[in-house]
């Protein structure tokens, strides 16, 4: 199993432009979720999804916009990126969204917005 | 609201010395705490999940502890490869799937 991946790793753009964040898992998780991660202010949810067709909000999701269509592949997409959604960005997928399900996180995503 | 403070932020050990990162938490019905580690340039690797109070795991060098209002990660006789930061996070049962991250503490072990 490849586990959680993430693509691309490294990503620079232009205030204004937008983006896709690939995620993508194979251990037929139910439950994917989305991270980002900034200095001093730890890790925040973005949004989450407890199964294929199935979105909701987190901490922080203004600006951001998920779906999933699949089981495997939940995408983040940045409309019109700014200088404030610099940040390290982590997927996340666990079996369920229970208390005993572990999440396991995927490598993560370096932002930086000009 | 729900919240998760660790500390210390940062903490230098020489090889061998023990010590304990500490986890306080304020959570409105406590589904499971959750301890990571964090290698820099890297996504959180898990170690341990905790549910109730005066529960404890044990991996290698590390040991978790849970009480109603704190969590301790204890590290004994810790070695170089220890190195990294550790995060401490929580789930409520208000936010089935939600976890709740401290800041975490930076760990340097010194040969």
């Known amino acids: 199993n490849a586990g959680v991946t993430q693509t691309p790793k490294f990503q620079v753009l232009k205030t204004g432009q937008s983006m896709t964040l690939q995620c993508a898992q194979d251990?037929?998780?139910?439950?994917m979720s989305w991270y980002r991660q900034d200095p001093g202010m730890g890790l925040r949810l973005i949004h989450y999804?407890?199964?294929?067709?199935?979105?909701d909000q987190g901490e922080v999701p203004n600006g951001y916009n998920v779906s999933r269509s699949t089981t495997e592949d939940f995408p983040l997409r940045l409309l019109s990126a700014a200088p404030s959604q610099t940040s390290v960005y982590f997927c996340?997928?666990?079996?369920?969204?229970?208390?005993?399900?572990?999440?396991?996180f995927g490598p993560g995503t370096r932002l930086l917005v000009l | 609201e729900d919240q998760v403070t660790q500390s210390p932020e940062a903490l230098r050990l020489q090889e061998g010395e023990s010590s304990s990162l500490n986890c306080s938490y304020t959570?409105?019905?406590?589904?499971?705490l959750f301890w990571y580690r964090q290698d820099p340039g890297k996504g959180p690797e898990f170690l341990f999940t905790?549910?109730?109070a005066g529960e404890e795991k044990e991996k290698e060098r590390l040991k978790a502890t849970l009480t109603k209002k704190e969590s301790f990660l204890h590290i004994t006789a810790p070695k170089p490869e220890d190195s990294a930061t550790y995060l401490c996070?929580?789930?409520?049962?208000?936010?089935?799937?939600?976890?709740?991250f401290g800041q975490g503490t930076t760990l340097q072990v010194k040969p």
């Open positions: 959570v409105s019905g406590l589904r499971g």
């Open positions: 999804s407890v199964g294929a067709g199935i979105t």
């Open positions: 996340a997928s666990s079996r369920g969204a229970g208390g005993q399900e572990t999440q396991y």
């Open positions: 905790l549910y109730s």
């Open positions: 996070a929580v789930q409520a049962y208000s936010n089935t799937g939600k976890l709740i």
């Open positions: 251990m037929n998780h139910e439950y």
